[in-house]
Every structure is written in C-alpha cells, then in structure tokens.
C-alpha cells in the first residue's frame, strides 16, 4: 500500500500561484509515475500533469505553459507549481502514484480561484 498526503491548495485569485505538494509514503519504493489530476463540480476527474521515476512529463494542454511538475526521487515527493491560475482551474487535486501497475490516490486538496 502507497499512502499518499496532498498539502497546498487555498483560495487565490485570478493570475496567482500556488504549489501543490504530495508526499509519498508506505510500500513507496518503485514508484513509477507520480502526478496530478483534478475534479471540478459535475465534471469526470482530468489529466494535469504526471511525471515518471526517470523525469518524463506529461502535461494536459490546459496547463502547459502554466504549470511544472517536479519530483524527488529519494523523498518520494512531487511538486505542482502553477502560475496564471484561472478560475477554470478551481477544482480538487487528487495526488496519483503508479507502483507496479497499481494506481494510489490521494484524499485531495481544494484549489479555489477567484475572480
């Protein structure tokens, strides 16, 4: 089992920044792929951004350009930075991380952005 503890998220406004952070712990040694996806009101959970034990990312088109994923290996921890934020952009963030061919959740953090 991968317990998985999401810390950052808030209120903020139009055009500001925030960075999520997720922490990794338990059976957290072979962890592939670790990332962020997030749900708005009525609407199916979405791609942000992942990143792999080896550095590869993906990014949703929505957050290209806005946002990087980051990661540290030895600590088991990921990093989402996001700039610009968009009202759009409110939702709850759910921490992902793939061992073996499972995939670990996290209980999610709230991302609110004012107009």
């Known amino acids: 089992q991968v317990q998985l503890v999401e810390s950052g998220g808030g209120l903020v406004q139009a055009g500001g920044s925030l960075r999520l952070s997720c922490a990794a712990s338990?059976?957290?040694?072979?962890?592939?792929?670790m990332g962020w996806f997030r749900q708005a009101p009525g609407k199916q959970r979405e791609l942000v951004a992942t990143?792999?034990?080896?550095?590869?990312?993906n990014y949703a088109d929505s957050m290209k350009g806005r946002s990087t994923i980051s990661r540290d290996n030895a600590k088991n921890t990921v990093l989402l930075q996001m700039n610009s934020l968009k009202p759009e952009d409110t939702a709850v963030y759910y921490c992902?991380?793939?061992?073996?061919?499972?995939?670990?959740w996290g209980k999610g953090t709230l991302v609110t952005v004012s107009s």
């Open positions: 990143i792999t034990s080896g550095g590869s990312t």
């Open positions: 992902l991380a793939s061992r073996y061919g499972l995939d670990y």
């Open positions: 338990g059976s957290s040694s072979s962890i592939n792929r």
